[in-house]
């Protein structure tokens, strides 16, 4: 189900810094743990962060650890990946994606709902 509008993506230079947003349009996106994924083919689908509904637990990929952060504003209804210090191999096209399980996780099959993607690329 194409539902959430990612934002944010574009080109920038290694080592400088993006911030992705994510919405809901139709539905209270507070009431649902929130994860990013990111997809590069020829490279299979990859797990960025996740986020409790609450914001009260994050969890991120030892790809990127150290240089996302994964946040939630529950009064605007918007999710944050804060993307820092990038790097060429950061480059994909970002999704985000709602689970009705309790907790975010780093497989696919357990989100029901996602955006449409948006393009992040690192130049060296």
């Known amino acids: 189900q194409v539902q959430l509008v990612e934002s944010g993506g574009g080109l920038v230079q290694a080592g400088g810094s993006l911030i992705l947003s994510c919405v809901d349009p139709?539905?209270?996106?507070?009431?649902?743990?929130v994860g990013w994924f990111r997809q590069a083919p020829p490279k299979a689908g990859e797990f960025v962060a996740g986020i409790s509904w609450d914001g009260g637990t994050t969890v991120a990929a030892d790809s990127v650890k150290g240089r996302v952060t994964i946040s939630r504003d529950n009064a605007k209804n918007v999710v944050y990946l804060q993307m820092n210090n990038l790097k060429p191999e950061d480059t994909a096209v970002y999704y985000c994606?709602?689970?009705?399980?309790?907790?975010?996780?780093?497989?696919?099959?357990?989100?029901?709902?996602w955006g449409q993607g948006t393009q992040v690329t690192v130049s060296s």
């Open positions: 139709v539905r209270t996106l507070s009431s649902y743990p």
């Open positions: 994606a709602t689970t009705t399980r309790r907790v975010p996780s780093e497989w696919e099959a357990q989100y029901d709902c």
